[in-house]
């Protein structure tokens, strides 16, 4: 028998973030992540509707080594959730995106509309009329800027992708809703390769659909089911400069990797482990520290994947997971299936 | 179709369900009343019709129910069709109570929640092995600091008292405090794992755990039973007991039946429709404990079709059938929280019951504040035109013909309302007022605003009060 | 109605959250306070000192001010058995007087069963806020509960005003006892026309009231507002009760900034009413309690306090003997009970006194027990 492993394997690096109700360093059910310059990163926090916590909903620049670097966005009350909602208000912020200067788009489902943030955090623009016409949006999901800086918006209850211009203008947009192929049946997460073609989780049919950037149907994977390459409802996708294609899994809790054809190669259940800023919220106590040597199955129980909602991938292989429910994002690295030399 | 069918099939809808609109309650007469029945009594064999993977996508704490779980199941029993498996869940929640102000941890709770949907319908027997090692009940009443040696009597007691034998029955005491002890002891080291603390990454749900090191494993005496009995050997003893058919058909009875004396005055006052009772405890034996065979034998008795009107609603019947009625929350949006406000002003706050006893019923949900909510909330609804539910209620109305009389406006109104009945007096009162301007033209330009003002002041008024 | 405006009156506040008690009354000159607090603390110069050992924060100098006049007396270390640091559960204690045994209703119900058995005015309690607190909420008696006096009663979605007397006219008739209809719908009448009676009486108050003290535009102070106007009224009230909205003394984090304003706001308010009393000649015939349901935790968390035990209450009023009473718990390491201060002093002392001494009623059936008194009436 041959001793063989996998292509792809990855190795767990460190867990980044703790809840957070009221801002500063921690989440507050994370629901989308993206990397920005340097180390720094943007993680959407969805926050809570309930009246009492602000502020919850917001987007926290950090660095992957956990230094926390700043917040923007503030959350309305739900009564105050309108179209006049101010610049820069959050209601159902389900995704962000960084264009070539580094802004960040984020996209927001209740208020229907993209709001603009310089890197720093300052409020900078926002569009979006809410409709089914072109150019208009109905709970936008995922988003994803090209090489081009095109931004490719999932317009989820449209079934379809719209294309913009970063000042908003639309493009062009192709899919409507189905299960056959190049339709949508409430798609959610979006990105683009190296190459410029689309990926999106097309997230009720339980698949991913892979459309050239004109939005020319190329192929399709995944179907329903617990299995590997099977999905429960797929979230959040990524793809590699190798082409890799991460998938958050979510209602199946787990991330699911596939080669650039759409072939199942791995998939990760979790590995977390207590975060820096985790750790500094235990310290403050010493009964939460025996509070935790106590707690029977806490290791099995904490490691693992709840609710992973969001995935990115960064050029150094770093593979980031956003788990809702737990105000966490899990770090992982992929390792070369190269062989890079050296003694045996 | 005849009116009765429909006005029947309401009845039905508002007691085994929250109500239901005009349309629906008609497709459910055309398909019949026993069909009915055996639909909400099934659940699981019939479609939801709640799109919940969509409703998930953005109530996005519902994701391992870490939070958002009182939005969770009001979401529920306002759109799920499998109505019946939504009132089941309210039913025992207000008897095996357990409380959010004292547990603080949704997950646990919401686990306690999916008991009562999947076993709700089922064997009691089940229903209490089922509770009793339900981590949320396990740490609301204490079984966790029962030790071999040294009991904490608080589950064992209430167990008895309040889930099942009832303190007494036609005068006599059902058990003693020695069975008390005896039961007490029979459950320890039935425990819940420490749990993982909120900090840093949020509640999970508390475990059951039985550890046989702190089981007190000596001889029991338990209601006339010896025995080395484990706790479910004492829920075998109890679920045989005639007191136990009584109370657990006394409970059915005050909730989908008719408002009769509340439990505390059980031992002393005998049912008021002992024959209903008499019926539902030779079921429950013949049975096996089945819950669902005796509902099947209640909904489609006599008794039951002919209690219309009989029992006060509950703040949570008050609200969610407003909403259903009015085709509010089909489809997610913010503020889910004002309705939760509501429930807690009119007196039932859902996962938050004032005591292990539960709410107090009938006439005592209302006093000078809660009635005071409850008829704004609902007037303030059924008169919004906004509403689809209402839009409806208009629109039939208007296609009965060019003009509506005073009395068929009102009369139209009362049954699109699911055929609610009023005193005569009241209803003379209700047509005067629309009398003012004679007959309504149906497409006059304030013919939606006549009906709004119309179905205000009906949900405003006593009889509105029943279901 | 009967006019009983020299009947004692208590004014009930409840500021809900959980004040941090520790700094609240500040015992500013114990060595271990700034050691726990290294980030909360309020420096000794600042404190508004009581004695050499105690005073209020300074966000507190209105309330400071009526102490100097003799008229607010200090409730330290108060608390109940077996303390129980959630909040719904610790404020239903404090309604219910019942700490042992989850009790169904409420110790001002029960006391308003008793000052008025046959029912003869709907007024003799009075919530202002949203939703009845469960100390009003006893079995068989009726309390008026209003969100504010131009907020009132049934039917409040109608915007024009002839067509709400109208409807009002005929949900009055619609709420008439008539023969025969049995007990339940006996009760929902009487219960119905109650709350339309009380709204009526209620939006009397307004009408005859005139005052030169300008009420703060928060909730909170116009509700206090809403309390001397029906107090002022005559109309018969017994208990009047209002308070902050839910979690708003939850200082986990930001207590900086929250926390005084807070006190800020209450304090001024509380100032604001007393001074209305005392224009109207009326200060001598109410008295304030104000409590929260627990207190926090003696170490801070970095930014604010966790939920603790002990706390301070505060009993106002010009029949008040002002002072400090009960003892301020020890902050000695080893005293706390799992890092919180030790409460000494049941709340059920405080609740007999103002029962007995002021309100002038048994408190043994209101309280089903005895409970030492305190001498903070004159």
């Given amino acids: 028998m041959v001793a063989q492993v996998a292509p792809l394997n990855f190795r767990y690096s460190h867990t980044i973030g703790r809840q957070e109700t009221r801002g500063g360093d921690g989440f507050f059910n994370p629901v989308a992540i993206a990397r920005g310059e340097g180390d720094r990163m943007y993680v959407v926090n969805r926050g809570t509707e309930t009246p009492v916590f602000y502020p919850c909903k917001r987007v926290t620049i950090c660095s992957v080594d956990e230094e926390y670097i700043g917040q923007f966005g503030f959350k309305v009350h739900p009564e105050d959730a309108v179209r006049s909602a101010p610049d820069g208000a959050l209601f159902w912020p389900t995704s962000v995106a960084l264009d070539s200067q580094g802004n960040a788009y984020v996209a927001d489902e209740w208020l229907n509309r993209i709001s603009v943030f310089t890197k720093d955090g300052e409020w900078i623009g926002k569009w979006g009329e809410p409709g089914d016409g072109d150019g208009e949006i109905d709970k936008p999901s995922g988003l994803a800027f090209d090489a081009e800086d095109n931004l490719y918006m999932v317009d989820s209850h449209n079934h379809r992708i719209q294309v913009f211009n970063k000042e908003g203008q639309f493009q062009f947009k192709w899919g409507t809703q189905g299960t056959g192929d190049g339709e949508l049946n409430f798609p959610w997460g979006i990105d683009i390769d190296k190459n410029g073609d689309v990926f999106v989780a097309d997230w009720r049919n339980d698949r991913i659909q892979k459309f050239s950037s004109d939005g020319t149907f190329l192929m ?19 793809v590699d400069k190798d082409g890799a294609i991460y998938v958050a899994d979510y209602k199946n809790d787990r991330l699911q990797v596939f080669n650039s054809s759409g072939v199942f190669i791995t998939l990760l ?17 010493q009964s939460f520290i025996r509070a935790r040597a106590r707690s029977q199955g806490l290791d099995e129980r904490e490691k693992v994947f709840q609710g992973p909602i969001s995935v990115d991938v960064d050029d150094q292989g770093r593979v980031f997971v956003t788990e809702v429910p737990r105000h966490r994002v899990q770090v992982f690295l992929k390792q070369s299936p190269e062989f890079h030399g050296g003694p045996l | 179709m005849a009116e009765n069918d429909i006005a029947l099939m309401g009845h039905l809808m508002r007691r085994a369900g929250f109500g239901a609109q005009y349309e629906e309650l008609e497709t459910r007469a055309a398909k019949g009343y026993e069909e009915t029945v055996e639909e909400l009594l099934n659940p699981k064999d019939h479609p939801d ?23 969770y199941i009001t979401w529920r029993m306002i759109n799920s069709a499998r109505q019946l498996e939504e009132k089941i869940v309210l039913f025992w929640h207000g008897i095996l109570c357990i409380s959010d102000s004292k547990l603080q941890s949704y997950p646990t709770e919401y686990e306690e929640l999916e008991l009562f949907r999947r076993d709700g319908l089922g064997s009691f027997r089940d229903l209490l092995v089922g509770i009793s090692k339900d981590p949320a009940m396990v740490y609301y009443l204490d079984n966790c600091l029962s030790h071999k040696g040294a009991i904490n009597e608080n589950y064992g007691r209430e167990l008895l008292e309040l889930f099942s034998l009832g303190v007494g029955m036609d005068g006599e005491f059902n058990y003693t405090e020695d069975d008390v002890k005896e039961c007490s002891r029979a459950f320890t080291g039935w425990t819940i794992a420490n749990s993982i603390p909120q900090q840093p990454y949020g509640r999970y749900a508390a475990q059951f755990l039985y550890n046989p090191d702190d089981h007190d494993e000596g001889e029991k005496t338990f ?3 010896t025995g080395n009995f484990n706790g479910e050997d004492i829920i075998d003893i109890i679920v045989k007991q005639p007191a136990t058919a009584r109370f657990i ?17 059980w031992m002393d006052t005998p049912p008021a429709d002992m024959e209903t009772i008499k019926m539902l405890e030779e079921e429950y034996f013949r049975s096996d404990y089945n819950i669902k065979s005796m509902l099947r034998l209640l909904f489609n008795s006599d008794a039951f079709k002919n209690a219309r009107f009989t029992k006060v609603k509950s703040p949570i019947e008050t609200i969610i059938g407003t909403l259903r009625l009015v085709g509010d929350w089909a489809t997610p949006k913010p503020g889910m929280e004002f309705i939760f406000d509501e429930m807690k002003y009119m007196g039932q706050e859902i996962l938050n019951p004032p005591s292990v006893e539960g709410w107090h019923t009938g006439k005592e949900w209302i006093d000078g504040g809660t009635l005071v909510h409850r008829i704004n909330f609902a007037a303030d609804s059924v008169s ?28 139209g109104c009362l049954r699109m309302l699911g055929e609610y009945e009023i005193s005569e007096e009241t209803r003379r009162m209700l047509v005067d007022q629309n009398s003012k301007g004679g007959e309504v033209l149906t497409d006059s330009d304030d013919f939606d605003t006549t009906v709004a003002e119309a179905l205000r002041m009906i949900v405003a008024t006593k009889e509105y009060l029943y279901a | 109605m009967t006019s009983s405006k020299k009947d004692p009156v208590l004014v009930v506040l409840q500021l809900s959250g959980a004040y941090d008690a520790l700094n609240t009354v500040i015992p500013y000159s114990d060595p271990h306070y700034k050691d726990y607090r290294t980030v909360l603390k309020v420096e000794p110069e600042e404190v508004l000192a009581i004695d050499n050992n105690v ?10 001010g009526l102490y100097d006049q003799g008229k607010v007396a200090v409730i330290q270390g108060i608390g109940y058995p077996n303390p129980i640091r959630s909040h719904f ?14 009790g169904m209703d409420g110790w001002l119900g029960r006391a308003i069963g008793d000052m008025d058995p046959n029912k003869e005015n709907v007024l003799t309690g009075v919530n202002f806020g949203r939703g009845l607190p469960r100390a009003l909420a006893t079995s068989g008696v009726s309390v008026a509960s209003v969100g504010g006096l131009d907020q009132l009663g049934v039917l409040t979605g109608i915007d024009d005003q002839s067509q709400r007397t109208e409807a009002l006219d005929i949900f009055a008739r619609m709420y008439s006892p008539m023969i025969g209809s049995g007990p339940t719908n006996d009760y929902l009448s009487q219960t119905g026309l109650d709350a339309l009676k009380g709204a009526d009486i209620l939006a009397t108050a307004p009408e005859s009231y005139t005052s030169n003290v300008e009420y703060g535009g928060d909730q909170f102070s116009q509700w206090l507002k809403n309390v001397a106007q029906v107090h002022l009224a005559g109309l018969g009230s017994r208990v009047l009760y209002t308070g902050l909205n839910p979690g708003a003394f939850d200082t986990h984090a930001n207590q900086t900034t929250a926390f005084p304003q807070l006190w800020g706001q209450v304090s001024n308010a509380i100032e604001d009413f007393y001074q209305d009393l005392k224009d109207h000649d009326a200060s001598q015939e109410v008295v304030i309690l104000a409590f929260t349901e627990f207190g926090r935790r003696v170490l801070e968390n970095g930014s604010g306090t966790d939920h603790g035990s002990g706390s301070v209450a505060f009993v106002i009023g010009d029949a008040v003997e002002g002072g400090l009473y009960g003892e301020y718990p020890s902050l000695e390491p080893d005293k706390l009970d799992q890092g919180d201060l030790r409460w000494n002093n049941d709340f059920r002392s405080t609740y007999a006194t103002l029962l007995e001494k002021w309100m002038g009623l048994d408190s043994k059936p209101i309280l089903r027990d005895s409970f030492e008194q305190i001498d903070f009436i004159k």
Avoid at chain 1, 220 to 238: D, L, V
């Fill in chain 2, 223 to 225: 209601l006339g039973e």
């Fill in chain 1, 220 to 238: 399709k994977f995944g179907s329903s089911g617990k299995g590997p390459g099977e999905f429960n409802r797929p979230t959040g996708i990524a």
């Fill in chain 2, 384 to 411: 919004n035109t906004e509403f689809p539910g209402v839009k409806s209620i208009i629109k039939k109305l208007a296609d009965t013909g060019p003009s509506l009389s005073p009395e068929n406006l009102v009369d």
């Fill in chain 1, 269 to 285: 259940t979790g590995e977390a482990t207590l975060s820096k800023w985790g750790k500094e919220r235990v310290e403050i106590d």
């Fill in chain 2, 49 to 71: 019709g709640m799109d919940l993977d969509l409703a998930e996508r953005y109530f996005i704490e519902w994701n391992h129910f870490v939070r958002g779980v009182p939005e």
């Fill in chain 3, 89 to 102: 559960r610790s404020m239903d204690i404090w309604h219910t007087a019942a700490p042992e045994k989850m």
């Fill in chain 3, 55 to 64: 005073g209020f924060h300074p966000s507190m100098a209105p309330i400071k």
């Fill in chain 2, 249 to 265: 058909s006394r409970h059915l009875y005050n909730f989908f039946v008719a408002d009769d004396v509340e439990v505390p005055s």
